[in-house]
């Protein structure tokens, strides 16, 4: 199985902040990651596919990067409606397997 | 639009059985592959399963393999997860989820909003 290190695991940041999430896995994948984001109680939803591209509807402060073993997301200006839960996930082979979480909180 | 509506958790004790079902619409159900992942009472989420669109193909994490088994039935539009041997582990709200690849599995587009079972004496 790919094993990915998602990190921080906890990243306290205010409105307006630029925040940055890593997921490095343990074999390379290529572009074979997506980002999903969860708000308490709710299902998660997909965010990037392919490393960096857009799911319809996701606004543009959200960007990915990446291709290999490393990868990003970046919230460019953080808003109320930011303040989740984000998770990496690879696709680029069974079992599929998702990051630990990173928790964005209000500072 | 798409949905999906997870039916069938509950509690049970160790050692039981239960089956999930995952009612789909809004999509041409039989043309997708669908997974179930789930998520245990404040940790993170774990994929449990995969089935392509026509049933030919299935993968399993291996924390279920063996165990739990991923079936579907196009002409109801119904996806099904099988559990048996039920272990305190296996508490978890389970999520059902499309596929977006009509032809290789690809990521998670749409999600159900899961169903929570309980493994508990």
């Given at each position: 199985a790919i094993w990915m290190t998602q990190s921080p695991s906890l990243l306290s940041a205010s409105t307006g902040d630029r925040v940055t999430i890593s997921c490095r896995m343990s074999?390379?994948?290529?572009?074979y990651l997506a980002w999903y984001q969860q708000k308490p109680g709710k299902a998660p939803e997909l965010l990037?596919?392919?490393?960096?591209t857009l799911q319809?509807?996701?606004?543009?402060r959200f960007s990915g990067s990446g291709s290999g073993t490393d990868f990003t997301l970046t919230i460019s200006c953080l808003q109320s409606e930011d303040f989740a839960t984000y998770y990496c996930q690879q696709y680029y082979s069974f079992p599929r397997t998702f990051g630990q979480g990173t928790k964005v909180e209000i500072k | 639009q798409v949905q999906l509506v997870e039916s069938g958790g509950g509690v049970v004790q160790p050692g039981g059985s239960l089956r999930l079902s995952c009612a789909a619409s809004g999509?041409?159900?039989?043309?997708y592959g669908m997974h179930w992942v789930r998520q245990a009472p404040g940790k993170g989420l774990e994929w449990v399963a995969f089935i392509r669109y026509d049933g030919s193909n299935k993968y399993y994490a291996d924390s279920v393999k063996g165990r739990f088994t991923i079936s579907r039935d196009n002409s109801k539009n119904t996806l099904y997860l099988q559990m048996n041997s039920?272990?305190?582990?296996?508490?978890a709200v389970y999520y059902c989820a499309k596929d977006s690849g009509e032809v290789l599995p690809s990521v998670l587009d749409y999600w159900g909003q899961g169903t929570l079972v309980t493994v508990s004496s």
């Open positions: 074999q390379g994948i290529s572009s990037i596919y392919a490393a960096s319809s509807g996701v606004p543009s | 999509f041409t159900f039989s043309s039920l272990r305190a582990e296996d508490t």
